[in-house]
């Protein structure tokens, strides 16, 4: 079982950032496989990868209707695994956009 320090060394900053390094890899990495075998079409694939990045749009600070649309881009991403914790997400000088990116224990 891991702590909050071994989480620590997982997840790194790259800018605005907060990256959980072992599970993007496996999630971008496998997506990239899954096209590399042709299991999905590069066109599904760019949209499965994008859900981490639509994820990020849904925040509290944001006027209504950009809320409204990165919702709407939310639920339309549900199918493919959009309702999963997040591997990549937004930092700002206040923290990040939510609860801190963890490990799947």
């Known amino acids: 079982m891991s702590g909050p320090s071994d989480n620590a060394r ?9 990256i959980d390094w072992p599970r993007s890899l496996g999630f971008f990495g496998g997506i990239g496989l899954a096209v590399g075998i042709g299991l999905i079409d590069p066109p599904l694939a760019v949209f499965i990868a994008a859900v981490p990045f639509i994820k990020m749009l849904d925040l509290p600070r944001l006027p209504t ?3 409204v649309v990165a919702e709407v881009f939310e639920g339309v991403a549900k199918p493919v695994g959009g309702d999963s914790q997040g591997t990549v997400r937004l930092v700002s000088a206040k923290g990040s956009s939510d609860e801190p990116v963890q490990s799947g224990d």
């Open 65 to 67: 209707p950009a809320r």
């Open 10 to 18: 997982l997840v790194g900053h790259v800018g605005p950032l907060e």
